[in-house]
């Protein structure tokens, strides 16, 4: 399986479209209640992606996967975390994030696009795929998981 070469401009613009799409799901996804539901579909329906690795053009050694997860679960969470969390608002629990929340999820889609420039010099593209898609894993699931814990400690009664 061979992808052809996606000139550097197409790919930038991809990103930079991509990046905008999300920003606006996200802007939109803060003017609603948060419940259990919206915290652990994302991360469940991402898991789906996993499937990439049914093919051996994705496959990556266990411990680059493993330092991929550790990386996104341990530093790039961090700043997520950081700069969300929940609040009770009436009967409703709403995300609240802090004005530095957009710039660093600007941030880490500067560092994803840029760290790609180079590990795709060493490593195919679908295996650099790959090894992303296993990071950014790691840093929804950390996010998620302590979103959900905070959920559970502002409804218990």
């Known amino acids: 399986m061979s992808f052809p070469h996606i000139p550097l401009a ?7 479209i ?5 920003m606006a799901w996200r802007i939109r996804e803060g003017r609603t209640a948060v419940t259990v539901r919206k915290i652990i579909i994302p991360p469940l329906g991402m898991a789906t992606g996993f499937c990439m690795f049914l093919a051996p053009p ?6 680059w996967a493993l330092i991929a997860f550790a990386i996104g679960a341990v530093l790039l969470a961090w700043p997520l975390l950081a700069t969300s969390r929940l609040v009770r608002d009436g009967d409703a629990i709403m995300m609240k994030r802090s004005g530095a929340f957009f710039l660093v999820v ?3 889609a500067a560092v994803r696009y840029f760290a790609r420039g180079y590990f795709d ?5 679908q295996q650099t ?5 296993v990071l950014a894993f790691g840093m929804i699931l950390r996010w998620r998981l ?6 559970r400690m502002l409804t218990a009664h």
Do not use: D, K, Q
């Open 18 to 22: 991509g990046f905008l799409g999300v």
């Open 146 to 151: 302590s979103m959900l814990r905070e959920y």
């Open 129 to 133: 795929a790959g090894l992303f898609f």
């Open 106 to 108: 600007a941030a880490l």
């Open 121 to 125: 010099t060493i490593m195919t593209l």
């Open 58 to 63: 994705f496959r990556v050694p266990l411990l």
């Open 10 to 16: 197409t790919s930038a613009i991809g990103s930079i």
